[in-house]
């Protein structure tokens, strides 16, 4: 990979140096610098002095933002990553709640946004819908997956046998038949776009859920709409509908303010 040098660059504050040191790293292709990036590498392609930059990569050292390899270059740290990825759980968060309210207000049913944890289904969100016999908050506690269409969504791009190894192990572990079973309905789920749980949680109730995408295109938690079974299985379609359009409209958010987003109609 070769840098572009930039021409005069504008004067900028200290953070805006630092997070063009930090994009610099992050934009380097890792076959052309398997062995990271060197001072003059980064001066390169920031347009700065070496002694400049060489100071300011010293200073992100100390501070866990970069590591420095054995052979003296540079590379984007693992507490760089493990920062982002909390900062991207809370942003998630924060945009999927306007969306659960909508999809409560549209199908009048709880919902809920969860992400995988440890092999199980996690609640982060819920929304009510103030109706007098509805599921109940499940924020802050685990459900097997394949006991939830959620824990079917989060598993959709999973291969196959992983999906299987997934099911047959743990506390809540299923036969060989029932994992076969479970398998095929991640399988029409993948055709359908959207995921059914037919009294599987309880017997009571049924849910749809579906992925969301990050702008990547991968699974980074799902939404779903939980219910009895009575008010949701004769409207499964139209709840579909309305749970595909909340999820289009969290994927846009989330790729709001990414430069390589993928359009989430093709996610």
């Given at each position: 990979?070769v840098?572009?040098?930039?021409?005069?660059?504008?004067?900028?504050?200290?953070?805006?140096?630092?997070?063009?040191?930090l994009?610099?790293?992050?934009?380097?292709?890792?076959?052309?610098?398997?062995?990271?990036?060197?001072?003059?590498?980064?001066?390169?392609?920031?347009?700065?002095?070496?002694?400049?930059?060489?100071?300011?990569?010293?200073?992100?050292?100390?501070?866990?933002?970069?590591?420095?390899?054995?052979?003296?270059?540079?590379?984007?740290?693992?507490?760089?990553?493990?920062?982002?990825v909390?900062?991207?759980?809370?942003?998630?968060?924060?945009?999927?709640?306007?969306q659960?309210?909508?999809?409560t207000?549209?199908?009048?049913?709880?919902?809920?946004?969860?992400?995988?944890?440890?092999?199980?289904?996690?609640?982060?969100?819920?929304e009510?819908?103030?109706?007098?016999?509805?599921?109940?908050?499940?924020?802050?506690?685990?459900?097997?997956?394949?006991?939830?269409?959620?824990?079917?969504a989060?598993?959709?791009?999973?291969?196959?046998?992983?999906?299987?190894?997934?099911v047959?192990?743990?506390?809540?572990?299923?036969?060989?038949?029932?994992?076969?079973?479970?398998?095929a309905?991640?399988?029409?789920?993948?055709?359908?776009?959207?995921?059914?749980a037919?009294?599987?949680?309880?017997?009571?109730?049924?849910?749809?859920?579906?992925?969301?995408?990050?702008?990547?295109?991968?699974?980074?938690?799902?939404?779903?709409?939980?219910?009895?079974?009575?008010?949701?299985?004769?409207?499964?379609?139209?709840?579909?509908?309305?749970?595909?359009s909340?999820?289009?409209?969290?994927?846009?958010?989330?790729?709001?303010?990414v430069?390589?987003c993928?359009?989430?109609?093709?996610?």
């Amino acid at each position: 990979m070769v840098f572009e040098q930039k021409q005069n660059p504008p004067a900028r504050s200290g953070a805006s140096r630092v997070m063009a040191i930090l994009d610099a790293m992050a934009s380097a292709d890792p076959a052309g610098f398997p062995d990271g990036l060197s001072v003059a590498d980064v001066a390169r392609v920031v347009g700065r002095e070496k002694s400049v930059v060489s100071r300011q990569l010293k200073s992100l050292l100390e501070t866990g933002m970069v590591a420095r390899r054995p052979s003296g270059r540079y590379e984007l740290s693992w507490r760089l990553f493990a920062l982002a990825v909390r900062a991207g759980d809370q942003r998630l968060t924060k945009l999927a709640a306007p969306q659960l309210l909508r999809l409560t207000e549209s199908v009048r049913e709880r919902t809920y946004l969860s992400v995988l944890s440890d092999g199980e289904v996690l609640t982060v969100l819920s929304e009510g819908s103030r109706r007098s016999i509805e599921a109940v908050n499940w924020v802050g506690r685990t459900i097997p997956v394949h006991r939830s269409s959620s824990g079917m969504a989060l598993l959709m791009d999973y291969e196959d046998e992983h999906i299987l190894d997934m099911v047959r192990r743990g506390a809540d572990a299923v036969s060989d038949r029932e994992a076969g079973e479970f398998l095929a309905r991640v399988e029409e789920s993948r055709r359908r776009g959207y995921t059914v749980a037919n009294r599987v949680f309880d017997p009571e109730l049924f849910g749809i859920g579906a992925p969301v995408r990050d702008f990547t295109g991968r699974i980074k938690a799902a939404v779903n709409i939980s219910g009895p079974a009575f008010r949701i299985e004769p409207h499964v379609q139209a709840f579909g509908g309305h749970l595909l359009s909340a999820v289009r409209a969290l994927q846009t958010s989330l790729c709001s303010d990414v430069r390589s987003c993928a359009d989430p109609s093709d996610l």
